[in-house]
């Protein structure tokens, strides 16, 4: 049997200034978006994850609270071209910064380069990993080389048949008014 762990609801602040690490192992049924994403396929599959607080000191003094978060997981996607099921690797590596306050995280968000959050003692970090996740996959998953023959073309094999046997409408009416009609 596989072993997971829960995602834990984390005290930012406190695993910058301790300059923690967290790591764990999380099975993807537990996140219901992804879980959507995949159609329910590999929801036995483990997603590993790791986050690490550090607060580098700055000009003023104080220290920035910053949180680094990596994660990779594997999921099975559908395949755009062939339809069949194609495994995607995801691999994420991100900082994020914190202030205090969510207005204050909204209007840094906008000006910052980097990824700036509201600091919380209890900071969603399920959440956070489903959110990068989901960000980082793919608009169309592919195959590099589809198992099985794709056709792409768009035909009904009956149609240039049916097509060349009906009767032009005005070459009828030609015909009327000619006085020959069949």
Not at 59 to 80: E, F, P, R, Y
Not at 140 to 153: F, G, K, N
Request: glycine share 6%; charged share 25%; net charge negative.
């Amino acid at each position: 049997m596989k072993t997971e762990s829960l995602v834990p609801r984390i005290d930012v602040k406190s695993l910058a200034q301790s300059a923690s690490v967290v790591t764990g192992r999380t099975v993807m049924s537990a996140y219901g978006r992804l879980m959507q994403e995949t159609q329910g396929l590999g929801g036995d599959r483990l997603m590993t994850w790791a986050v690490r607080g550090e607060m580098p000191a700055e000009a003023t003094g104080a220290g920035q609270i910053w949180m680094h978060l990596t994660a990779d997981v594997t999921l099975s996607l559908v395949c755009q071209r062939c339809l069949g099921p194609v495994d995607v690797t995801v691999s994420i590596d991100r900082s994020f910064r914190f202030v205090e306050t969510e207005a204050q995280a909204e209007l840094e968000d906008e000006t910052s380069e980097e990824d700036v959050l509201a600091l919380s003692s209890e900071f969603s970090l399920a959440d956070l990993l489903e959110d990068e996740v989901l960000m980082e996959l793919p608009a169309v998953p592919r195959h590099e080389e589809c198992p099985v023959a794709v056709t792409l073309e768009v035909s009904d094999p009956g149609f240039e048949l049916a097509s060349a046997e009906k009767v032009n409408p005005f070459a009828v009416l030609a015909k009327m008014q000619n006085g020959k009609a069949d």
